[in-house]
């Protein structure tokens, strides 16, 4: 039985066995890329996504637990790189490699959808989960607190 | 004698280097071009091709994996081609001999040598181009080629004429390529040294950056790999029948390194492989364990055959006749690369062609061994290189390339190859281990008057690339020597074969020999009673880059005043990849728990091509030598890793990364590496650091309670 869940605004129909976890689902029967694998166990955080709007670990996420919820991947945030997080992320030439910035972008999102104003510590606890191999730690900090002066500029 | 590893690889191994300048065009990059380009695309040398519709592409002949060639790899043509950033795109090289790496003599990304090897090469190959251009406009306009200037893709003449690359290119590629151009004064560049954006972050921040792991190709199938628990093992029977029976499985397969399940998908394929019963011949590999692989390293120092890596007047002699003497062991352990995306390849072969797409940081020799492993020629092999989600030296490897090409033609379809990251950790090419045993004497005026450096650890480079048993590897006596005056020196190295694959890690033996080098030199200071910056400034003679670094990185850490309460300092120093670098750590330690509250670093690397990119090098390989400085080693027990994921080989999280200040130096020297020096230089100064808050010295990484208990 198909599993219905909306991917980024959309309705859409997933076929794949319900124990299969979301991220296999979202990138190889739905198609898109920007969600990556890094454990399958929940400790890296590069597979984050939203699902009615908290962040998930779509590695530990069955495809049947999404029915008739909201999921929203990297691509949601904009394809031509207009939400403050990706800009403040470019302006602060955050990623290297890249691989786990995806993952990133999607627990700073969900902070600042919560906080307009984070602490040190709120980013801290918010970020914690998400591993990057390159050491781009400091500057995501730096561009997390650039995109949430922007987003209650513009509230 | 100072053996390079530039003379070594260039002599011994594969391909030969020199500076090649690009003469020849690879057939390949044409193919890959038309792809990406509108029109025709011509070709004016092996680093530029200009389409009609003026799309100006530059290639890069090195692997994007984090350090930023895609950017600066193209700057340095764009600066000579006399061309904007914002109208150019970029496309990574093919494996072809013209894009070889003089430095380490293959088309390799690694050793810290993609600036270096392509500094004068890169920018001789855009201006190169800008002749061309220049030229064919001036035979155009019937007039002298000195009337004519090439500005920002359009080249000017006499009498307000102009013409874009685009519509010169045509000619221009037919144009011999002068062999003889002026290279700019750098007073003169516009965009080299500059901080520019990189071109490839637009596409890593709304998921369209292509790794690995994203590939497709039509008809493609998915494998999973069940390999050996114990590494080297191999397969003696297995039953796939439950596997063969589970949902979307097309097939199971032997390979050379184990039991393959291909499916429709991933996650089908991963979900059979859980169900093959194997059984292996584990092979020697299983009587493998870490402590007994440190006592075979300890009776090998004492026993085996020495190398001499350099000697200086007789130490031992001088050891032999002191009364003030200083003798320390040091121990470093495995470590895993631990790339943030698994290794994974996708190979289609059939009808005797393979193409290979993919991860990789040595092109060339993904090409050789996937030949030598299917029976075909290397110009049978088509390969492209997608971003690398991180390389680190492991992407140097090729066992998942040909892994995924031996799928491929098992099944006869493309198949995407995906590790686990329990397959990642438990069968890398580990960092090997080491011991280091040190002595010194010290004089009447406490300055050393003799030492003696002995290494013992495995061979990397016997493994890769052949090198002969009982000869000197180069990339195990990096950053031996280090540059304090000490009238009689002897360094030797030992080599043992512990039994398990080891390969290169970021900074190589940099961070070996760095971290036994500067905790000894700190621990003489200590015997001396001396102030640890002040002795090895006392130390450095007339090595003026040496100084500075040093005498920088302790003004911006106020190592002269007193560090805030409960927190201590410590300092380190080194040249590595023609860079030269300190650093200084402040930390508190709280119940034998390490917290790193803020690392200076200076560096000196000569001249700089993107220092925005310089910087978040050094915050990287800070970070990534931080990991390992506290938390990380691979252990081995009945022949297996015991470490499986992130949980028990844990790499630095956001809250435990400090502010790190770095400082570089502005400098008219030829440039140095930077990917990697700082991996090395971060953990002996984290030691010293503990040593000046408990009194006690660590010699053994990582600093875990454990250690620092022990200690």
């Not at chain 2, 692989?293 to 200086?312: D, E, L, P, Q, R």
Request: aromatic fraction near 6%; glycine fraction near 8%.
């Amino acid at each position: 039985m198909p599993t219905n869940f909306s991917l980024n605004g959309k309705i859409v129909s997933a076929k794949s066995a319900g124990d299969t976890p979301l991220l296999w689902v979202i990138r190889d029967e739905l198609g898109l890329n920007g969600t990556k694998f890094g454990c399958g166990i929940g400790q890296c955080g590069a597979c984050t996504v939203h699902v009615n709007g908290a962040p998930v670990r779509s590695c530990q996420t069955p495809l049947s637990t999404v029915e008739g919820k909201k999921v929203a991947t990297v691509e949601s945030l904009s394809t031509n790189n207009s939400h403050p997080l990706q800009k403040a992320w470019i302006a602060h030439e955050v990623p290297q490699c890249g691989y786990c910035q995806s993952g990133q972008l999607m627990s700073a999102a969900a902070l600042l959808t919560s906080k307009q104003n984070p602490t040190d510590a709120e980013i801290q606890e918010a970020m914690d989960g998400n591993l990057c191999r390159c050491g781009t730690y400091n500057r995501i900090r730096a561009a997390i607190k650039t995109a949430a002066t922007e987003m209650r500029n513009q509230a | 004698m100072k053996l390079s590893r530039r003379e070594f690889l260039i002599n011994t191994t594969v391909a030969g280097g020199g500076l090649v300048l690009g003469f020849h065009v690879p057939e390949l990059i044409k193919a890959v071009e038309k792809t990406l380009v509108a029109g025709t695309v011509h070709t004016p040398n092996a680093w530029v091709h200009i389409a009609d519709d003026n799309t100006v592409t530059l290639i890069s002949a090195r692997s994007e994996m984090g350090q930023g060639v895609y950017t600066s790899m193209p700057m340095l043509i764009a600066e000579e081609l006399n061309i904007d950033l914002a109208k150019i795109k970029v496309v990574i090289a093919p494996p072809d001999p013209v894009y070889t790496n003089a430095l380490l003599g293959a088309q390799i990304t690694g050793g810290s040598t993609s600036v270096r090897d392509g500094w004068e090469k890169l920018r001789i190959g855009g201006a190169q181009v800008r002749t061309m251009l220049v030229t064919a406009a001036a035979n155009e306009w019937k007039v002298d080629a000195s009337q004519c200037r090439a500005e920002n893709g359009e080249v000017f003449g006499p009498g307000g004429r102009k013409a874009t690359y685009g519509h010169l290119a045509e000619a221009a590629a037919k144009l011999p390529v002068p062999k003889d151009v002026v290279l700019k004064d750098p007073k003169d560049f516009r965009i080299v040294g500059k901080p520019v954006h990189r071109l490839d972050t637009p596409s890593k921040v709304n998921g369209t950056a292509e790794y690995g792991i994203d590939v497709k190709l039509p008809g493609m199938v998915f494998a999973s790999l069940e390999q050996c628990p114990v590494i080297g093992g191999k397969v003696k029977s297995f039953n796939a029948a439950k596997a063969q029976a589970m949902p979307g499985v097309i097939d199971v397969v032997e390979i050379s390194d184990g039991v393959a399940v291909v499916a429709s998908s991933y996650w089908q394929a991963r979900k059979a492989r859980e169900v093959l019963s194997i059984q292996w011949d584990e092979g020697p590999g299983a009587k493998l364990d870490t402590a007994s692989m440190m006592a075979g390293i300890h009776a090998a120092a004492a026993t085996a055959k020495v190398i001499s890596i350099k000697k200086t007047g007789d130490a031992a002699a001088v050891l032999a006749g002191a009364t003030k003497t200083v003798k320390a062991e040091y121990e470093l352990p495995y470590l895993a690369h631990a790339t943030m995306e698994p290794m994974n390849f996708t190979a289609d072969f059939r009808g005797g062609k393979c193409l290979l797409i993919g991860p990789t940081q040595f092109q060339q020799g993904a090409q050789g061994a996937v030949a030598a492993a299917l029976g075909i020629k290397p110009e049978d092999i088509t390969l492209k290189t997608t971003f690398l989600g991180g390389g680190f030296g492991r992407r140097l490897e090729l066992d998942f390339i040909v892994q995924a090409a031996q799928i491929s033609r098992a099944v006869g379809k493309p198949v995407k190859l995906l590790w686990t990251r329990e397959d990642d950790m438990g069968h890398d090419y580990y960092r090997p281990m080491a011991l280091h045993r040190m002595a010194a004497a010290l004089g009447a005026d406490n300055k050393p008057t003799a030492l003696t450096f002995q290494l013992t650890s495995q061979s990397v480079t016997q493994r890769a690339f052949g090198l002969a048993k009982d000869t000197l590897d180069p990339f195990m006596a990096e950053a031996a020597v280090a540059p304090y005056a000490i009238p009689n020196a002897t360094h030797d190295l030992v080599i043992h074969d512990t039994g398990l694959r080891v390969g290169y890690w970021r900074s190589v033996s940099h961070a070996l020999n760095a971290f036994a080098n500067e905790s000894f030199i700190d621990e003489l200071a200590a015997v001396a009673k001396q102030d640890p910056y002040a002795y090895r400034l006392s130390l450095l003679g007339s090595q003026p880059r040496f100084a500075n670094v040093l005498k920088l990185a302790a003004e911006k850490a106020g190592w002269g005043s007193a560090p805030p309460a409960g927190r201590s300092r410590g300092i380190a120093l080194m040249e590595g990849y023609d860079t030269y670098m300190a650093q200084v750590a402040e930390i508190s330690v709280e119940k034998n728990l390490i917290k790193v509250h803020r690392i200076v670093v200076v560096a000196d690397l000569g001249r700089m091509v993107n220092p925005d990119t310089v910087e978040a090098q050094i915050h990287s390989s800070v970070v990534f030598g931080l990991s390992a400085t506290l938390h990380d080693q691979i252990t081995l027990k009945n022949g297996r890793v015991e470490q499986t994921n992130f949980h028990d080989y844990p790499v630095l999280r956001l809250h435990e990364t400090p502010p790190i200040d770095v400082v570089l130096v502005a400098s008219t020297e030829k440039p140095g590496g930077i990917g990697e020096p700082a991996t090395a230089l971060v953990g002996p100064a984290v030691a010293n650091a503990v040593f000046a808050a408990t009194g006690k010295r660590v010699r053994k990484l990582p600093l875990t309670p454990e250690n620092i208990a022990r200690a």
